[in-house]
């Protein structure tokens, strides 16, 4: 593996504290406000397989960490590695080389959050350093329509989709790197890079960002991690004028336009939070969580965007799905929404 074009420049980054953290709750945002932004590069390696579940493997069948992102599955990984060998065999029997590719996601890339803010913008940061490679990507894109709608906003209109056990051999294989495959397990977003990626987003779709509504979204029931009884929460929002709507109903461009027009944004953590990129700086973002759900993606994108984060901690909900915060439901009480909404609206 060689690292040869600079893509994104060291930054030296420290996030505030949320505007409305209470004093209690502040020892858990201070710990992790410092965190360098290290020069981000591409990186090219010789006869690499890209198999179509997304992994990447060596010439000798051999798993490579690029498969992965360091935040979501641990390298080296037993069962990872047997599947890689696995389909490695299929590809190299029946699939011609491919002279030269470009690679910009890992297993993470189905998530819309990890597709938007790291397969995206290495996107982005590759095409804007003049990489012009045709565009692999693994199978799994062709299940998740935000992918390859997203893609055309960017005006990749033909990559080259691989099978779904037979992928493709690749001579020159570019891979842009992204902060979490560095030294810190966490992504720390690049202000300068952020801005541009989500303006070049804006300017293709022919949209204006331009601060008109408030926006609160609504997780549909059935899907991990919902505000538990929250038809009250709701009929509250709607009241303060919050628009209500569900990430659902909109396509990749109208999401874009929704977020692009939103002046305030409420919901609950989860990938729909990504969409801030897209909102008019100056704007406000609230992301409803728990103490055992404190992650700190959106609370460090909000101020790389110049966006004013809030924060409004309810409780892990009492019905059984609460062991694990990534799929556990929130209970939050009126009052204390009521109460961050207030601070919220300030002047």
């Known amino acids: 593996m060689r690292r040869t074009l600079k893509l994104c420049d060291h930054e030296n980054l420290s ?53 992965l992102n360091p935040s979501t599955t641990k ?3 037993a069962s990872l590695a047997r599947r890689t060998r696995l389909d490695v065999g299929l590809t190299r029997l029946v699939t011609p080389r491919i002279p030269e590719a470009l690679w910009i996601t890992d297993r993470s890339c189905g998530n819309y959050y990890h597709w938007l803010l790291e397969a995206l913008l290495r996107l982005f940061l590759a095409r804007r350093a003049g990489i012009t490679a045709p565009l692999l990507l693994p199978n799994i894109v062709n299940k998740r329509p935000f992918a390859l709608r997203s893609l055309e906003a960017m005006g990749e209109t033909n990559p080259i989709i691989t099978g779904r056990r037979v992928g493709r051999r690749v001579e020159r294989f570019l891979v842009p790197e992204h902060p979490s495959q560095r030294e810190h397990k966490t992504l720390t977003y690049s202000r300068e890079a952020l801005s541009m990626f989500a303006g070049s987003i804006r300017k293709r779709l022919a ?11 609504s997780r549909p ?16 929002m709607r009241q303060c004028g919050y628009r209500i709507v569900r990430m659902e109903d909109f396509d990749f461009a109208g999401q874009v336009e929704l977020l692009a027009g939103a002046s305030h944004f409420v919901t609950l953590h989860g990938a729909a939070l990504s969409n801030m990129i ?3 700086p100056g704007g406000r973002v609230m992301e409803i969580a728990h103490r055992s759900l404190i992650f700190h993606d ?25 062991a694990d915060p990534h799929f556990g439901n929130v209970k939050l009480d009126l009052k204390v929404l009521r109460s961050a909404v207030a601070e919220f609206e300030k002047d």
């Not at 949209?207 to 979204?217: C, S």
Request: proline share 11%; glycine share 8%.
């Open 221 to 236: 029931p059935g899907l991990r991690r919902i505000i538990v009884d929250e038809a009250p929460i709701i009929e509250y």
């Open 15 to 67: 996030t505030p504290p949320p505007l409305n953290v209470s004093v209690e709750d502040l020892p858990l945002y201070t710990r992790h406000q410092s965190r360098p932004l290290e020069n981000v590069f591409l990186q090219e390696l010789d006869d690499v397989f890209a198999l179509g579940c997304g992994l990447l493997a060596d010439s000798g069948g051999q798993l490579l960490p690029q498969s």
């Open 207 to 217: 949209v204006d960002a331009a601060p008109r509504q408030k926006i609160y979204a």
């Open 298 to 322: 959106f609370w460090k994108l909000a101020h790389a965007m110049s966006l004013d984060y809030y924060v409004c901690l309810g409780m892990p909900a009492s019905d059984g799905t609460g």
């Open 75 to 77: 390298f080296p990984n």
């Open 278 to 280: 897209f909102m008019p």
